[in-house]
């Protein structure tokens, strides 16, 4: 019997009210319903101060990235919900990929990204959707080997998409977040029967 993929899924913002957060939180009912064992994170309980190697070489990775690339590495596959911030990552979330991919244990690397199944959501305010941080995000973990699949749920017009439920309004969107849900479970599971 094989058990079902485990899904480590956080946003890219600690705002109060964050849209990617909402974003989350759909995602991560509609996982739920497929039958993904989801852990939700905020990256607001993993603080990190600004990558600066003189501080990796004085002080050593910190812990909170140790444990996030740990968390990474327990996982089948890591959704991630990415804000915009002048057309590109914002810095919380491209810190937090800093210094995971610096993080080391026993003097070796863990393998927090590399051969890890990926999924992305962008959600903002505006018409498009926050998709260049989105595409920036894509060629960010690609380059640090993670499979990004290519189905994604891009959310414009965020202050209004969602009901007192926290669903999706339109069923376009609706549709999307299960198509994407669907197709990083399939992938995962897939994965790890070929491991
Ligand atoms: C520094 C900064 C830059 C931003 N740049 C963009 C942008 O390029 N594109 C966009 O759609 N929204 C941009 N926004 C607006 C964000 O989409 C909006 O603040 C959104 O609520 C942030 O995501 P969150 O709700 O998940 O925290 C920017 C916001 C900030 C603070």
Redesign the pocket.
Known sequence: MTRPPRILLF???I?T?????KVAAAAQKELALQGAEVTRISLGDYPLPIMNQDLETEEGVPENAIKLARLFASHDAVMICT??????I?PLLKNAIDWISRAKENGKPIRAFSGRIGCICC????H?A?I??ASHLRQVLAHIQMDVIASQVSVPN?GEAFDQNGDFKEERLRNGMNRTCKALIETASLCMQMD
């Open positions: 946003a890219g913002s705002r009210g964050a849209y990617s957060g804000p915009e911030y002048n057309g590109s914002p959600s903002s305010n505006g498009f926050g260049r941080s965020a």
